[in-house]
C-alpha cells in the first residue's frame, strides 16, 4: 500500500467531518511522487541479434525507439532487411542442424533454466526497460511482465527432459526452425510465451519484436550470451510491418507463429495458402466480462477494473465488455466509477501509477478514433477529470454506458483503457450478447452459484473463461483463441504440441 505522505490537500468537506459521499472516492490527496530508481542500462543503439552476435544491418539503417510517457528517444533499432532475415534463418538452420536439434532434452533444459534465473537476477533493471520502452505502469512490468516472463522459462526448462510425456504414446519430434512475429503490449511475455515451448522442443527460432518495443528482447539477447547458447539458437531481427512479412513467409520456416491484430493475422495467413509451414496465430478479442445479481460486488469491480485498465487496455483478452445483470447494474456502475475516479494516471515509473502511457501516438490515436464513434452514436461517456502529464501519449480511463450490441465500441477492439457497459435480464441473454462478436479470446463470468459457472464456461464461445477473477495466467495454462481471435494454444502440454512433429 502506498503510504499518504501529504495531507494538505484534503477537501474542506472532509476536514469539516461532513460526509461528502462524491467526494469519499474522489481526489482526496496527492501522493508524493516515488519514481522507480533502477537503471535501465539502456545502450545508445542495438543491432539485430544473429547467429550470437549483435550484428548490424544489412542496409545501415535504424530507426528511433521512444519512451511513450514523454516522448523522448530511448535508442536507435536496427532497420531489417530481407537480408538480415535471410542471415537470421541460416543460422537459424545452422544451429538446428548442429546443435540444438541434436542436443538431448536434459541438456537443452539447463540453458533454459540459465536464461530464467539470469533474467530474475537483472528483474529490476528488465521492468524499468520494459516500462520506459512501452508505456506501462512499473508495477505492472515488475509484478507481472517479468516475472511472468522468467515463469515461462522455468516452465518449459521443466518439459524439456520430459518430452515424452507430451502426447503420451507418441514420439515427439522438434519441426526445425521457427519463425515469429509479437506486438507490443507485453514485448518480454510474449517473447518468452513464444521462445521458451519452441526451445524446449528443439527448434530454433527467428524472431520479430514489435518497433515501439523491441529493447528487452535485445537485452535477453544479452542473457542468451550470459547463458551460453549456442549461435543462432534465437536470432532476434528488428523493424516494422515488411520485416515481419518476410520472416513469416521465409521458405526456411517450419512453422509460424504471430501475435497482433486480426488484420495482419488474414495477410499472413492468406500469403501461407497453400504452403505446408504449420501456423499458430493469437489475435484480437472484445472479451465480456460478466456479472450476475448475487456476484460479490466489490470484488467483481476490482476484477472489472483490473479486467480493462490494466496495462492501459493494450490486452487481446481485455474485459473490454462489461454485462451486467439489470437488478445490480446500477450499484455496479455507481461503485465502478467511484473506483475509477481514484486510479492514478500518469508517469509510468511511478510505483503508484495504476494507468501508464498509451504505447504509441498511433494507438492514441485509434482510441480517440473509436471513443469518438461511441459519443457520436450515442453511449453516454464518463472519464474521471484527472490531469494528464503534458507530454506523451495518455488517456483517461473511460466508461461508456448505455451501449448497445451495435455500436462500434461494442463490437470492435479498442485496446485502450475504454470499457463498454451492457446489461442483461437472463442467463440465455447473456451468453448471446457475450458470443455475439466476430472474436473468441476470454470472458469472465461473476456469480456465487458453481452450476452457473460450469453452465457459462461451457455455452460461452471464449479460449479462457476465467470465474470470480480477471486477466489470470499460469504457464501451465494454455492460453488461446476461437474465431478471429485466432488457432493454437500457448502455454501448458497444449502450447506444446504446437511445436512438434508427432510420430
Ligand atoms: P500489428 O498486428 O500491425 O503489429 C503486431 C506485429 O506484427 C508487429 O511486430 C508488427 O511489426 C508486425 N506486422 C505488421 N504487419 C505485418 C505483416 N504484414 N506481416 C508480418 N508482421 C507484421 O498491430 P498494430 O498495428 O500495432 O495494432 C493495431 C491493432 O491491433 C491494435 O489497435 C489492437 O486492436 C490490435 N493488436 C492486438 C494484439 C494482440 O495481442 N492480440 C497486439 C497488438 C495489437
Ligand atoms: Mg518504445
Known sequence: MPTVTSEKKRPAARSAGRPAPELIFGDL???????????????????????????????????????????????????????????????????????????????????????????????????????????????????FDVPMAAAHFFYHAGWADKLDYVAPGRKVAPLGVVGQVIPWNFPLLMLAWKLAPALAMGNTVVIKPAETTSITALKLAEIFQDAGLPPGVVNIVTGFGDTGAAIMTHPVAAKVAFTGSTEVGKIIMRSLAGTDKKMTLELGGKAANIVFDDAPIDQAVEGIVNGIFFNQGHVCCAGSRLLVHEPVAAEVLAKLKNRVKVLRIGDPLDKNTDIGAINSKEQLGTIERLVATGVKEGATMFQPACKLPSKGYYFRPTIFSGVSMSHRIAREEIFGPVLSVLTFRTLEEAVEKANNTAYGLSAGVWTDKGSRILKMSTELKAGVVWANTYNKFDPASPFGGYKESGFGREGGRQGLLDYCKLA
Do not use: C
Open 29 to 143: 490527496w496527492e501522493y508524493d511522487p516515488s519514481p522507480e530508481t533502477a537503471d535501465p542500462r539502456l545502450k545508445a543503439r542495438y543491432d539485430h541479434f544473429i547467429g550470437g552476435r549483435f550484428t548490424a544491418p544489412a542496409s545501415g539503417k535504424y530507426f528511433d525507439s521512444i519512451n511513450p510517457a514523454n516522448e523522448a528517444k530511448l535508442a536507435e533499432l536496427a532497420h531489417g532487411s530481407a537480408a538480415d532475415v535471410d542471415a537470421a534463418y541460416a543460422a537459424a538452420r545452422k544451429a538446428f542442424d548442429t546443435t540444438w536439434g541434436r542436443m538431448p532434452g536434459r541438456e537443452r533444459a539447463k540453458y533454459i533454466y540459465r536464461i530464467a534465473r539470469l533474467l530474475q537476477d537483472r528483474a529490476r533493471e528488465f521492468a524499468v526497460a520494459e516500462t520506459m520502452d512501452g508505456g506501462k505502469a512499473i508495477k505492472e512490468s515488475r509484478d
